[in-house]
């Protein structure tokens, strides 16, 4: 699969991430997929699949509306996808969250078998504890 291609995966992936349908984003992971959280935060960590999407079927409801993730910039080599993006979104209880992310992507035939998330952790920890969520 070309470098372009995998770009539309992953572009394809945030858009149907945004609009809040979990199933329908999902549908762009791999079976064997994975996502790291490197860090030291609770949320830090590896997540298979099914756990990954648990975590997003909570972002999904702890919101007003499904938040943003954005992609502002993409390059692509090989089956890597590197994106720098940002996310929109407030909670149920008036919290914004406004963060931005470095992601390494994997994408082979036309799924996204791995991600590496980086965000600004201190914004992530100030937003839980300030959701009650931390």
């Known amino acids: 699969m070309s470098s372009g291609s995998n770009k539309e995966v992953v572009t394809a992936f945030m858009e149907r991430f945004s609009s809040g349908d979990i ?3 999902h549908e762009l992971l791999a079976e064997n997929f994975e996502w790291e959280i490197p860090g030291n935060l609770a949320m830090a960590g590896l997540y298979d699949k099914k756990a990954f999407r648990e975590v997003n079927e909570f972002l999904v409801k ?3 509306e499904p938040p943003k993730w954005i992609p502002d910039s993409m390059t ?5 996808v590197a994106v ?5 979104g407030d909670t149920k209880e008036g919290v914004a969250y406004r963060n931005r ?3 390494l992507l994997t994408v082979a035939d036309g799924k996204i078998t791995r991600g590496v998330e980086y ?3 201190k914004h992530v920890q ?3 504890d300030s959701a009650g969520l931390g």
């Open 23 to 25: 199933d329908y984003a």
């Open 84 to 88: 720098e993006a940002h996310s929109i």
């Open 126 to 128: 100030e937003f839980l």
């Open 101 to 103: 992310y470095h992601l």
């Open 119 to 121: 965000m600004d952790t």
């Open 62 to 64: 702890t919101f007003t």
């Open 76 to 80: 692509a080599e090989n089956d890597k």
